[in-house]
Nanobody, 125 residues
Framework: QVQLVESGGGLVQAGGSLRLSCAAS????????MGWFRQASGKEREFVAA????????VYENSMKGRFTISRDNAKNSVYLQMKSLEPEDTAVYYC??????????????????WGQGTRVTVSS
């Protein structure tokens, strides 16, 4: 059974930067896609970014593209989300997710089989 643990969240002022990490344990790191989603209070969980097994392909939600960067280090069983130019609207709990099969739609929640407990990001004005 795989376990995903996010870290790096916290309180940051608008315009600041934050780097989130997700470490996998329980078995070797997924050879399939990894994704980041977020959920703000009272809202549905939404797609943020995803990266292919090789790291060669990345996909971003339009509102995050140019500000967020996803990457992975398979040797460290980790995936990262570098966030810059943060806005209060980015305030949410951020979750990492791991696929178990080949992913056709990186943005679909149903494409991922394992989820972490989330790390909280709060952006103040």
């Amino acid at each position: 059974q795989v376990q995903l643990v996010e870290s790096g969240g916290g309180l940051v002022q608008a315009g600041g930067s934050l780097r989130l990490s997700c470490a996998a344990s329980g078995r070797t790191f997924s050879p399939y896609a990894m994704g980041w989603f977020r959920q703000a209070s009272g809202k549905e969980r939404e797609f943020v970014a995803a990266v292919s097994w090789s790291g060669g392909r990345t996909v971003y939600e339009n509102s995050m593209k140019g500000r967020f960067t996803i990457s992975r280090d398979n040797a460290k069983n980790s995936v990262y989300l570098q966030m810059k130019s943060l806005e209060p609207e980015d305030t949410a709990v951020y979750y990492c997710a791991e696929a178990h099969r080949i992913v056709s739609n990186y943005a679909a929640r149903g494409a991922y089989d394992y989820w972490g407990q989330g790390t909280r990001v709060t952006v103040s004005s």
